[in-house]
């Protein structure tokens, strides 16, 4: 494996044991935060329904990140030129960003949501504050190493560009129409 | 009052299917871009138990085994044993609500 393979084998580690774990106690805490329980505001059920919501998205990610994108991209970076079974990266990294997208979503929703509440909502604030500041922070600083890989580095890119096809799922879905 | 209640639970119970058929959808589209298809460019080329796809979905494995049976049902995909086909991608992308 290449110098980047190492290098992009820590930030894996990073996410996996700084940012993530972080961000999945700072949504059990805003789930748990005994004002929002005690409050009869009506806001509460939805600012409820989002947090669940958030936690479930969030873990989703994590599991499809960990088992199945994580491992695609060491991978690709291992991956001999004659290999012919590798993981469609394009697609892999389309599917994740869908969900960070969905997550945000969720997050502006929450801040929107939060903004006439009756309780004293610091712990909410700060999974606002965690999310954006240490998750989307991270997650754009990894986006941003794939790309810097797919462009400069020697082995990431020619099993990219060889071996994966780089069709995006919608992709293909537009050309399964026209051919129908 | 009653029928309001009523109303509200049929919503959530609406909402939380359609979120849990969009996860199935999803799952199946991570597990086709991780492992590919076989020649048949249909077959997704992994052989994973019923328990393993619903820990990918975040769902019980009876919940799975419905699922799957709805989306062969709705020919979405095909299922021959283990192996999953899919057999409609444009509308399993649907399914899946997948953002840009």
């Known amino acids: ?180 | 009052m009653g029928n309001d209640l009523k109303e509200a639970e049929d919503h959530i119970v609406s909402l939380s299917q359609k979120n849990v058929r969009e996860r199935m959808a999803e799952a199946l589209l991570f597990l086709k871009a991780t492992y590919g298809f076989e020649d048949d460019q249909k077959t997704i080329n992994v052989t994973l138990s019923r328990e393993e796809i619903a820990d990918y979905v975040g769902t019980s494995t009876e919940s799975c085994i419905r699922l799957l049976s709805e989306f062969n049902q709705d020919k979405i995909i095909a299922i021959h044993g283990k192996k999953i086909s899919i057999i409609n991608l444009p509308l399993l992308i649907q399914t899946a609500n997948i953002e840009d």
């Open chain 1, 1 to 180: 494996m290449c110098k980047h393979a190492d290098h992009t084998n820590e930030i894996i580690d990073h996410l996996k044991i700084d940012v993530y774990p972080l961000l999945q106690s700072t949504i059990s805490n805003s789930i748990d935060c005994k004002f929002l329980k005690e409050s009869n505001a009506p806001e509460k059920p939805i600012v409820i329904d989002l947090l669940v919501q958030i936690k479930n998205e969030f873990q989703s990610l994590i599991t499809y990140e960990k088992k199945l994108v994580f491992p695609s991209v060491l991978k690709v970076f291992k991956a001999k030129k004659s290999s012919t079974s590798l993981p469609n990266l394009n697609d892999l990294l389309q599917l994740t960003k869908s969900k960070e997208h969905k997550l945000i979503h969720h997050i502006a929703k929450l801040e929107l949501a939060l903004k006439h509440k009756k309780w004293d909502s610091v712990l909410q604030y700060n999974l606002i504050h965690v999310f954006l500041e240490n998750f989307v922070r991270e997650k754009l600083l990894w986006n941003k190493m794939i790309q810097d890989r797919i462009e400069s580095c020697g082995c990431f890119k020619r099993n990219y560009f060889d071996q994966v096809q780089p069709a995006t799922s919608k992709t293909i879905a537009n050309n399964e129409d026209n051919v129908t």
